[in-house]
């Protein structure tokens, strides 16, 4: 059974949208992952079709119904559905590759997408739904952060990236960040590609490439520098 991904918004047609491209696209042609969205409109129960209402207790904006949504949860997900529940938010755990890895062991996940002032706190709680953040900013709607938790996380499932294409040294796989990169031409606009790499000598090559993930850790990524060190 291949990782089912099935996501409630209020704009379906954005899906597959970029994840129908590359490489997750081309997982998603041969059946290694399935996506699903889901018109949460299609759950409402007036002619008018609403999903939204005004905040209890004042201020701005609309806030999705927990009676709306909850339906459409029980139809997409029902209880003997072991995927974990998400509901994208920028209160939510911030999605880091360790997160990634955690959803790529599941059978697939299951996605809300937020929109307007966000969501009815009791379907929140009623439904279980994990909060996640793509990062300390404010989009105005869970679709792009659920696209990017989804892409994080489906290249991970096996055989999406081909053999060739591995994890293990890439950003934030051991916490630290890469190397830098380098390809032909030998010279480009005067500057040469560092000699260690053009050696043919694998153990500087590696031992260059090592320094310089640590060098870059440290000065861009303090946080990321101190955490590893601690971890060590
Ligand atoms: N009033 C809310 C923000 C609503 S933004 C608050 O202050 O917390 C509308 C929707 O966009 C949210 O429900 C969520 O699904 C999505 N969203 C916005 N920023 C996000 C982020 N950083 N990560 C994940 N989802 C986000």
């Not at 129908?20 to 399935?34: F, K, M, P, T, Y």
């Not at 949460?40 to 709306?68: S, W």
């Not at 989009?139 to 096996?158: Q, T, Y």
Request: aromatic share 6%; net charge negative; charged share 25%.
């Amino acid at each position: 059974m291949s990782f089912r991904a099935d996501i409630i918004t209020l704009f379906p047609e954005l899906f597959p949208g970029p994840l129908g491209a590359s490489v997750i696209g081309r997982g998603l042609e041969q059946d290694l992952w399935s996506l699903q969205a889901h018109q949460l409109r299609d759950f409402a129960t007036d002619k008018h079709r609403t999903v939204d209402d005004t905040p209890a207790g004042g201020g701005p904006g609309m806030v999705l119904r927990p009676d709306i949504l909850a339906a459409a949860i029980d139809q997409v997900s029902p209880e003997a559905d072991t995927r974990p529940r998400l509901l994208m938010s920028p209160r939510g755990e911030p999605l880091t590759q360790e997160l990634a890895h955690e959803f790529a062991n599941e059978d697939g996940l299951v996605i809300v997408c937020g929109r307007f002032e966000g969501i009815d706190q009791r379907v929140i709680d009623g439904r279980n739904l994990r909060e996640i953040s793509i990062g300390d900013y404010v989009l105005a709607g869970g679709e792009i952060a659920a696209m990017a938790l989804l892409e994080s996380v489906v290249r991970l499932l096996p055989g999406v990236l081909g053999s060739a294409e591995s994890h293990a040294d890439e950003s934030h796989e051991n916490g630290s960040l890469e190397y830098p990169q380098y390809t032909r031409p030998a010279l480009f606009e005067g500057q040469a590609i560092p000699d260690v790499l053009t050696s043919g000598d694998h153990g500087k090559v590696e031992i260059w490439r090592r320094e310089q993930s640590e060098e870059l850790t440290r000065t861009r990524r303090p946080d990321l520098w101190v955490k590893r060190n601690n971890q060590k």
